[in-house]
């Protein structure tokens, strides 16, 4: 069975950091290009980053500079660490799967319709 579970979730101070995994089972990460995205409530998904099957990344302008993303095939596990944390990276965090992106390009990096898997969601909250 394909699964994508995401962990790493919590509760952290403005300024603090946290990291968030998504371990794949059922399926190698290794040709799939994988990324996170968000929803807070009463907002739309939005997409934060997305790592290629060669290892390419690339950021939402509201999150570059402060996080990083970062693959483990070995592990099958997908990281992203998020410093600087702000009220406003409140939300629950996604990860998902694609093989468009690394075919196609890093164009469709933030295209949710373009990810084929999505794992349940881990909550995070920044607040003070």
């Known amino acids: 069975q394909v699964q994508l579970v995401e962990s790493g979730g919590g509760v952290v101070q403005p300024g603090g950091s946290l990291r968030l995994s998504c371990a794949a089972s059922?399926?190698?990460?290794?040709?799939?290009?994988i990324g996170w995205f968000r929803q807070a409530p009463g907002k739309e998904r939005e997409g934060v980053s997305c790592?290629?099957?060669?290892?390419?990344?690339y950021y939402a302008d509201s999150v570059k500079g402060r996080f990083t993303i970062s693959r483990d095939n070995a592990k099958n596990t997908v990281y992203l660490q998020m410093n600087s944390l702000k009220p406003e990276d409140t939300a629950v965090y996604y990860c998902?799967?694609?093989?468009?992106?690394?075919?196609?390009?890093?164009?469709?990096?933030?295209?949710?319709?373009?990810?084929?898997?999505w794992g349940q969601g881990t909550q995070v909250t920044v607040s003070s």
């Open positions: 998902a799967a694609s093989l468009v992106v690394p075919n196609y390009g890093l164009g469709y990096a933030l295209a949710a319709a373009e990810y084929d898997y």
């Open positions: 790592i290629s099957s060669d290892g390419s990344t």
């Open positions: 059922g399926f190698t990460l290794d040709y799939y290009a």
